[in-house]
């Protein structure tokens, strides 16, 4: 599975993008998606995942309410739709899939996910 963001940008504060990760060469119904980001000189940070079907999601408290993660199974998609962006919003953003064959939504970490984007610059300016 080879993983594709896109969509990121300069948007001012309150600003909204959304962003898209697309998984080419295989299916990905099965994979619990991520959403992570990475400000310079900060660790990977979790952002949101969803479960297989859609029907159960994750997010870190800092973008509750503002940012949604969705998917699209039949199309190989997952986006995040991120609104009333803030500066410290500012980041990479990546897409990353996790293959263990389980549904959960809470595992956090990083390392929790093998298969990676490589990222997508998103500037939330004051």
């Known amino acids: 599975v080879q993983l594709v963001e896109s969509g990121g940008g300069l948007v001012q504060a309150g600003g909204s993008l959304r962003l898209s990760c697309a998984a080419s060469?295989?299916?990905?119904?099965?994979?619990?998606m991520g959403w992570f980001r990475q400000a310079p000189g900060k660790e990977r940070e979790f952002v949101a995942a969803?479960?297989?079907?859609?029907?159960?999601?994750n997010y870190v408290d800092s973008v509750k309410g503002r940012f949604t993660i969705s998917r699209d199974n039949a199309e190989s998609m997952v986006y995040l739709q991120m609104n009333s962006l803030k500066p410290e919003d500012t980041a990479v953003y990546y897409c990353?899939?996790?293959?263990?064959?389980?549904?959960?939504?809470?595992?956090?970490?990083?390392?929790?996910?093998?298969?990676w984007g490589q990222g997508t610059q998103v500037t939330v300016s004051s």
């Open positions: 060469k295989y299916a990905i119904d099965y994979y619990v």
């Open positions: 990353a899939a996790r293959t263990e064959y389980s549904n959960s939504v809470y595992r956090t970490r990083p390392s929790s996910y093998n298969i």
């Open positions: 969803i479960s297989w079907s859609g029907d159960s999601t």
